[in-house]
């Protein structure tokens, strides 16, 4: 049984943060590793990022630790709306999603939809696309799906 999307291999954890370079700064020193460099999402016309069906200009600090097969990524949001600003605000830091590689992104979207999980946000970077589905009343946290290009 391949389950929804495929596969149920969890190839991330998002966390978000207020404070991107002294949470970035705690993991490296916690687990004795280098502190990654911080990245900016693209802006709006590259991203085309949106947010419950709208465009948005929300962007983010991002920070990426790999930890063998899992990657950690911490989350700093700008003030624009968006899934990161707008949890942020309502349960604070911490845990905000876990990410699966799927392949066939409009049909993955199309198909959790069908089953009651709206698209909460998507966009575009640089060699692919990301989704989040809403899938807290039953999950307790976001899904993201992320489509690599091949």
Not at 105 to 126: D, N, V
């Amino acid at each position: 049984m391949a389950g929804l999307l495929g596969n149920n291999i969890i190839t991330q954890i998002g966390i978000l943060v207020h404070d991107i370079e002294k949470v970035s700064q705690a993991y490296a020193d916690f687990f004795g590793i280098d502190k990654p460099p911080v990245i900016i999402t693209d802006t709006a016309d590259k991203a085309q990022t949106e947010f419950n069906g709208e465009p948005s200009e929300a962007r983010a600090k991002l920070a990426f630790f790999n930890m063998g097969s899992l990657q950690l990524e911490l989350i700093e949001p700008d003030e624009h709306p968006s899934t990161w600003r707008n949890y942020l605000n309502e349960h604070g830091e911490g845990p905000h999603h876990i990410a699966f590689v799927i392949e066939g992104m409009k049909e993955k979207i199309a198909l959790l939809e069908s089953r009651g999980f709206p698209l909460e946000q998507k966009g575009e970077y640089t060699g692919g696309r990301y989704a989040y589905m809403n899938t807290i009343p039953e999950l307790k946290m976001l899904v993201e799906l992320l489509e690599n290009d091949k």
